[in-house]
């Protein structure tokens, strides 16, 4: 079956760096989508991977290993704004996506 | 710039009533989708429509009706509403189903099924 893992919960120090971990096992790969959610609200789009390496935006960098199923979002300068669940989604070879149950990220200050 | 707006944000309904969620954009994308979102779960997607009078189920389509008359509107219908349909309901949109194509959302629908 397809499976997208992420941490269920993260808590970092505000202005630190931490980094959120998603592993996918995905039939067929076109691209993985990160998705910042705060309570309440609608996901909105962070970033996009489809080749191997870093992309950075900012505060926020993400990393992408196709041979590893491998993705990490890196947020630096925490901010208690990012307060929120961090989704990582594969969207697969019938450019279906398949979404990771979130990482709720606690910042503390 | 409106675009993609969910209605009603927030319903209580009881157990074998029909309920419509309504979901419009504004952006003339072709994709629409449906998800619901539940605890320890991640996004399911329910239904979704490639185009006007094209739709096609997701994951967990059971229960459920959609239909696509027209591009900017995508309802989401509950036929018999049962308990296990309790969520947060959530439209999305994108221009192409291709690769690196962002999908927005709607604010979610609150559905309470009592």
């Known amino acids: 079956g397809q499976n997208i893992d992420q941490p269920t919960e993260m808590t970092a120090t505000e202005g630190a760096i931490v980094q959120i971990n998603c592993t996918y096992q995905t039939s067929g790969f076109n691209g993985l989508f990160w998705y910042q959610q705060h309570a309440g609200e609608a996901p909105t789009f962070l970033s996009y991977n489809v080749l191997d390496g870093l992309e950075e935006k900012g505060r926020f960098s993400s990393f992408l290993s196709r041979s590893k199923g491998y993705s990490y979002l890196l947020l630096k300068e925490l901010q208690m704004k990012d307060s929120a669940s961090y989704l990582c989604?594969?969207?697969?070879?019938?450019?279906?996506?398949?979404w990771g149950a979130g990482t709720k990220l606690i910042i503390k200050p | 710039d409106a675009g993609i707006t969910q209605s009603p944000r927030y319903k209580i309904t009881e157990t074998g009533r029909q309920v419509t969620l309504m979901c419009h954009q504004t952006?003339?994308?072709?994709?629409m989708f449906w998800y619901r979102q539940d605890l320890g779960h991640g996004l399911r997607l329910i239904y979704y429509?490639?185009?006007?009078?094209?739709?096609d189920k997701g994951e967990v389509p059971d229960g459920y009706v959609v239909s696509r008359s027209k591009t900017e509107n995508f309802p989401l219908t509950l036929e018999s509403a049962t308990r296990s349909q309790t969520s947060v309901y959530f439209c999305?949109?994108?221009?192409?189903?291709?690769?690196?194509?962002?999908?927005?959302f709607g604010e979610g629908s609150w559905l309470t099924v009592v």
């Open positions: 989604a594969v969207m697969d070879s019938n450019y279906q996506l398949i």
């Open positions: 952006w003339s994308h072709s994709y």
């Open positions: 429509s490639a185009a006007a009078d094209i739709t």
């Open positions: 999305a949109s994108s221009e192409e189903e291709s690769g690196g194509n962002t999908i927005y």
